[in-house]
């Protein structure tokens, strides 16, 4: 269900799609090198514009039966920093939900929390 539910959070932002907020003209996901781990890393959910280089969306999809942790997000944060965009937004799509300490910090840094039945 991984990929569908991906496939899944990246229409979601299409359909809430705001050119002023999120001016994205591409969304997908990526995969490549981190050269500060020397590993591979993926992110769920890209997106940017061709035109305008100074935002991008980041997201991550957990389609698991337990509330996403506050790990997760501070990965993606990390993972986002391959990346030389001054505005970034973030997006966590979950199956069930997201622990008080995910909650916590995705209000400190403006993070977008969106559970499977809010789609």
């Not at 991906?6 to 490549?32: A, C, R, V």
């Not at 991550?60 to 993972?79: A, G, H, P, T, V």
Request: charged share 30%; glycine share 6%; with cysteine.
């Amino acid at each position: 269900m991984g990929p569908a539910f991906e496939k899944l959070s990246q229409d979601y932002l299409w359909e809430h799609y705001d050119i002023e907020k999120m001016p994205f003209t591409k969304l997908g996901n990526w995969w490549g090198p981190d050269s500060r781990t020397h590993r591979q890393v993926e992110l769920d959910i890209l997106g940017f514009s061709t035109e305008d280089s100074s935002f991008a969306v980041f997201g991550e999809c957990k389609w698991r039966n337990e509330k996403i942790s506050r790990q997760i997000l501070e990965k993606l944060i990390f993972n986002s920093a391959l990346f030389n965009y001054p505005k970034k937004e973030y997006y966590l799509f979950s199956k069930t939900g997201f622990t008080d300490e995910c909650q916590k910090l995705a209000k400190d840094v403006g993070c977008h929390l969106i559970v499977f039945e809010e789609m």
